[in-house]
């Protein structure tokens, strides 16, 4: 099927789809259309029809769309549902024997749950948070390993209304204790550890460390056992998981919610100052998760669905906990390293469990793909129908060897661009209609009004042309502020075109077909491996340290992980000289303590100054000119110390 080969120009490589290719929940051609002109004429009722039909309600809804606060969008405002509910209950009945999750261990154990034994686990757990006195409204953060608890603890959360805010079990002590105390979490749901490469990751000693300044507002630390490491207990604050289910009835009556109710909070970088906490709302946020999860992944009965993401990320939110489940699918979870204890890894999981679509990152079909064709050809990948992607731009040979290698030649790729804001999908391919080009996220979905405008905020036409990736009308989906700063979610993503249109912070540019390139961020957000680090949060850790005066941190590329942190670090005193492995080493090892290993620098330059104007502003292009090594076409004639350069270069 393929148009072109490989030695010409990578834009002119195109994929037809397949018409033969299942279709079971996603979209037909003709009613890919259909959808497209009903949308742009009345997308009111467009969503509306589609909220009814997907969604089960306790209450309905008759106002779709609230403008009144506008650019706060509140969707289906007098509906009432329960999101467990929507997961759970309504499928006891047809796939209560099916199987919701299989678990995979690092270490290998397996572990499956029906829809029936998850549905008990979650109502248990549900029931255990409501008798130590939680309730709606009242926030619960999860640091957890990748295991079921984990969306069980998300899912009896949204049994009872509370909302949950998870923070990724790589984060550091600081990094959770600064996110307990934005979100006033009253409980921390974690474990005594988790598998990772071999090793324990010590979640229960991170947030004793966490809580042993501040977060007074924590009243409950609930811990799992998983890895069975000893752990400390504090009396009255303390509780294994276990023994606080143990006596709980396996049923909960879901607490209704409105349809506005906040179902989570989630903490992003962004280009400024502490993280912030992306909220979301129950019903919008559900019919998201779930519509994506049935049109992208054309959801069959018979599916194995595997997203590689941690929970703690939006893609493991919206593709583990809630749209795959919500769809009613069998979905896998993996606790560990991609590479443990072989490159084989993946596949083997792929092909023991019979996974039919797997959906993971660039970073990883990069790091696989540098291992060779040979190990995954030793596994019997004949199960997968469909590949995904998602996080970062797929570059176009990683593409073509995710097709080649994995999908055999015979499975589609969908490129899904959205983000933590987006709560689902909005750019993406449907399989078996849209015809694909490697490294592009193809169209917007149906419903979903992108464009790209230049700064004036006119649409760019001219193809090639790059400017702003905006999307021009609200979707239920999106999120709906940032948890105690509606001023920065307005200023953040609205305030550029006057509150006109969402700015999702990329550039992107558009092909004569009026396919979507996605560029980069815009903003100063690096995409390492897939996540999102703001360069500010790694300065301000940097500067933390006793030692250093100042520092400017940019992105370098990167062959596998898309992008590396490259620091540049002015000292307190003398430049350090010689030899400074060792302070570099207790540089990283301090930047991983602040916010987690996933932000430590991989280059750090010392040097005297930084790079400024006569006004005092740090020139970044310049540093990230130096960092990759590039010639300096600037013009360094407005620079302060210009001499700096060549120390900079190093
Ligand atoms: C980037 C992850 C190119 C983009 C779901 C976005 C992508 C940021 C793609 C959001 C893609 C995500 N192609 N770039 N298919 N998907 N991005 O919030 O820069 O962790 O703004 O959400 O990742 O990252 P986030």
Known sequence: MQKNIESVLIEQRRFEPDPAFATAARPSATEVVRLRERAAEDPQGYWADLARTHLSWQRPFTVTLDRSQAPNFRWFTDGCLNVSWNCLDVHLEQRGEKTAIIFEGEPGDVRKLTYRELHAEVCRFAN??????????????????????????????????????????????????????????????????????????????????????????????????????????????????????????????????????????????????????????????????????????????????????????????????????????????????????????????????????????????????????????????????????????????????????????????VDTWWQTETGAMLISPLPGVTATKPGSCTQPLPGIEADIVDDAGQSVTTPEAGGYLVIREPWPSMLRTIWGDNQRYLDTYWAKFQNRYYVAGDSAHRDADGYFWIMGRIDDVLNVAGHRLGTMEIESALVAHPRIAEAAVVGKQHDIKGESVFAFVVCRGARPMGDTGAFEQELRDWVTQQLGAIAKPDDIRFADNLPKTRSGKIMRRLLRAIARGESITQDVSTLENPTIIDQLRG
Request: aromatic share 10%.
């Open 128 to 413: 255990a948070l409501s008798a130590r006195g939680i309730g709606s409204g009242d926030r619960v953060v999860i640091y957890m390993p990748l295991v079921p608890e984990a969306v069980i603890a998300m899912q009896a959360c949204a049994r009872i209304g509370a909302i949950h805010s998870v923070v990724f079990g790589g984060f550091s002590a600081v990094s959770l204790k600064d996110r307990i105390e934005d979100a006033g979490a009253v409980c921390v749901v974690t474990a005594d550890g988790g598998w990772r490469g071999g090793n324990i990751v010590e979640l229960k000693a991170a947030t004793d460390k966490a809580l042993t300044e501040g977060c007074t507002s924590v009243r409950d630390v609930i811990v799992l056992r998983r890895t069975g490491a000893a752990v400390p207990m504090k009396t009255g604050r303390d509780h294994w998981w276990h023994e606080l289910v143990e006596d709980m009835p396996t049923d909960c009556a879901p607490r209704w919610v409105e349809a506005e109710h906040p179902l989570f909070l989630l903490y992003t970088s962004g280009s400024t100052g502490k993280p912030k906490g992306i909220q979301h709302a129950s019903a919008g946020y559900l019919l998201g998760a779930k519509l994506t999860y049935l049109w992208v992944f054309d959801r069959q009965e018979a599916d194995v669905f595997w997203c590689t993401a941690d929970v703690g990320w939006i893609t493991g939110h919206s593709y583990v906990a809630y749209g795959p489940l919500a769809a009613g699918v069998t979905i896998v979870m993996y606790e560990g390293a991609p590479m443990f204890p072989d490159g084989g890894r993946f596949w083997r999981i792929c092909e023991q469990h019979g996974v039919t679509i797997l959906y993971t990152a660039p970073t990883a079909i990069r790091a696989l793909m540098k291992l060779g064709d040979e190990i995954p050809a030793g596994y019997d990948l004949s199960c997968l129908r469909l590949l995904g992607s998602v996080g970062e731009p797929i570059n176009p040979e990683a593409w073509m060897w995710y097709h080649r290698v994995i999908g055999r030649g015979r499975c589609p790729i």
